[in-house]
């Protein structure tokens, strides 16, 4: 939520929550995949509550989306490599029709993130 204030109330060019955009575009895109973890323990645990799985997915969409508006692209050279964990963690959970489309997805993704030209900001 700072990152779309920041970005859309104020008007930075970068969210940054006042520290460098860099490490917190890169902390946002650790905590999303933190909670990515977290809906798959809870999916293996078979404890899941109505509200476990849906709340854990969109804190990770907002921690992605603060990634993402912060600027910082150099992280996301991780998202293959946290995908590829993920779905090996969930072989039993997920079937694997789903698991590809997924990973499709996601491919997909990152593919128009790496091609999406980078505006310049007045940070030097």
Do not use: D
């Not at 933190?34 to 799985?53: F, G, H, N, P």
Request: net charge positive.
């Amino acid at each position: 939520m700072i990152a779309i204030y920041e970005r859309v109330i104020i008007g930075v060019g970068r969210a940054s929550n006042g520290i460098n955009a860099i490490p917190f575009g890169n902390l946002s895109l650790l905590t999303g995949a933190l909670s990515v973890v977290a809906s798959i323990y809870w999916l293996q645990q078979r404890k899941l509550t109505l509200w476990v799985c849906p709340v854990s997915c969109l804190r990770c969409l907002f921690r992605l989306l603060a990634s993402l508006l912060s600027g910082t692209r150099g992280g996301w050279v991780a998202i293959p490599f946290l995908t590829a964990l993920m779905l090996s963690a969930t072989t039993n959970l997920i079937s694997s029709k789903v698991r590809n489309v997924a990973l499709l997805l996601i491919t997909i993704f990152v593919i128009l993130l790496l091609l999406t030209p980078h505006r310049a900001s007045g940070y030097v």
